[in-house]
C-alpha cells in the first residue's frame, strides 16, 4: 500500500457568512497525482488554501510528511509550493530575475540560487526566456513560470488551483507532459481543474468534493473497482439474440446489458476468465470482431458520483 504523504481530519472552515469546509477528510498517497474535481462553489480553493497553511482552519487537523500545518506552517511551506488560480508575476522583472527573488523568499541559500535558478528553468523549458522581461511572455509562458516559481525551492508536494485555466490546446499538452515528469522526479501533486479529459492523461487518483464535503475519493483506474469486476466491452459483426444468453450463462459475468450489436458486462478473474468467456462466444458460433476491457474514465467516475451534475 502506498505511503500517504498528506492527511487530512475533521477540517471545518468557516467564512463569516457560510462553512464551506464540513468534516472534510482525505489522503493524499506520496508520490501521486490527485485530481480535486466539484462544482463552482464546492470548496476546492479553500480546502488547497488550508493544504498550504494560506487559511487557518476553524477546526481539524493537517499533516504533510507528518508536520502538522496548523502548528508548524512554515515548515511546510519548505516542503511544498502552491500556484492559485490568479497568479500574480512582476512583470516588469526579467525570468531570472523573478526566480531569483522567489528562491529569496523561500529562504533557499544565497550560494544555492543560481543553481536552482537554471534547474526549475530547465525543468519548465524556459532556460532560452530567462533574460526576458516576463511581462513580454506568452499566457502559456507565464504559467510555466510561475510553475517554476512555485518548485523553485524543491518542495516535495506541489499544489495547483485551475493551473490549465486560459491556455491554449498546445500549451495545455505541454503542462501535462510536465506534471507527469515532476511526478516521475519523486514531487506529489494535487491538481485542482475543471477539464476533465486532461486530468485523465495524467491523475492518479480522484477527490470529488461537493457542498464542502467528500463525495469520492481513490484511484482513478479500474483497480478501484476490481472487487466488482472489470467492464468488458464484445462487438459482434451483426446482431446475434444469442450474446446475452451466453454471457448470463457464465460464471463471474454479472450486469449484462445488450444494445444492437454490442455487449457489456462486469467479469471476475481477470485474464483466465476474459479467454474463457471468448471461448464460450466464439464456440457459440458467434462472429466476435471486438473484444476488449474498458476502462473507467475519470467523467464517467465524476458524473456518476454526483448524480449527473455538470462540472
Known amino acids: 500500500m502506498t505511503e500517504a504523504f498528506v492527511t487530512v481530519e475533521d477540517l471545518v472552515f468557516e467564512y463569516p ?8 477528510g482525505v489522503t493524499i498517497a506520496q ?16 480546502l488547497m488554501r488550508c493544504l498550504a497553511g494560506l487559511q487557518e482552519p476553524f477546526s ?13 506552517p512554515r515548515q511546510t511551506h519548505k516542503r511544498l509550493g502552491y500556484l492559485a488560480d490568479s497568479f500574480g508575476l512582476y512583470e516588469d522583472l526579467s525570468v ?31 532556460t532560452d526566456r530567462l533574460d526576458e522581461k516576463a511581462g513580454t511572455l506568452s499566457r502559456g509562458l507565464k504559467q510555466r513560470l510561475a510553475i517554476a516559481q512555485a518548485i523553485i525551492h524543491q518542495p516535495e508536494f506541489l499544489i495547483l488551483d485551475e493551473p490549465a485555466s486560459g491556455l491554449d490546446p498546445d500549451a495545455r499538452v505541454r ?8 511526478r516521475d522526479d519523486g514531487m506529489t501533486l494535487l491538481v485542482s481543474s475543471h477539464i476533465l479529459s486532461e486530468l485523465e492523461d495524467y491523475a492518479t487518483d480522484l477527490i470529488v468534493i461537493r ?11 479500474g483497480s478501484s473497482r476490481m472487487d466488482e469486476g472489470e467492464r468488458l466491452s464484445i462487438t459482434l459483426a451483426a ?28 467479469i471476475t478473474g481477470g485474464e483466465a476468465a476474459r479467454s474463457g468467456l471468448l471461448k ?17 474514465r475519470l467523467r464517467d467516475t465524476y458524473m456518476a458520483t454526483l448524480g449527473g451534475e455538470s462540472a
Open 17 to 24: 457568512s457560510n462553512r464551506a469546509l464540513h468534516g472534510v
Open 31 to 46: 508520490g501521486s497525482i490527485t485530481a480535486l474535481v466539484g462544482p463552482n462553489g464546492a470548496g476546492k480553493t479553500t
Open 60 to 72: 481539524g487537523r493537517i499533516q504533510i510528511a507528518g508536520i502538522d500545518v496548523n502548528r508548524h
Open 96 to 126: 531570472r530575475r523573478c526566480l531569483t527573488y522567489m528562491a529569496w523568499v523561500q529562504g533557499c541559500a544565497a550560494e544555492a540560487t543560481g543553481r536552482l535558478v537554471l534547474a526549475a528553468a530547465d525543468r519548465l523549458d524556459i
Open 175 to 182: 503542462l501535462s507532459a510536465l506534471l507527469g515528469r515532476l
Open 211 to 221: 457542498d464542502g464535503r467528500i463525495a469520492s475519493q481513490g484511484p482513478i483506474s
Open 239 to 266: 446482431p446475434d439474440t444469442r450474446l446475452e444468453s451466453v454471457l448470463s450463462s457464465q460464471d463471474g459475468v454479472s450486469a449484462v446489458h445488450i444494445e444492437n450489436r454490442t455487449g457489456q458486462c462486469l
Open 280 to 296: 464460450s462466444l466464439i464456440d457459440a458460433g458467434l462472429d466476435v470482431i471486438d473484444y476488449r476491457v474498458e476502462e473507467e
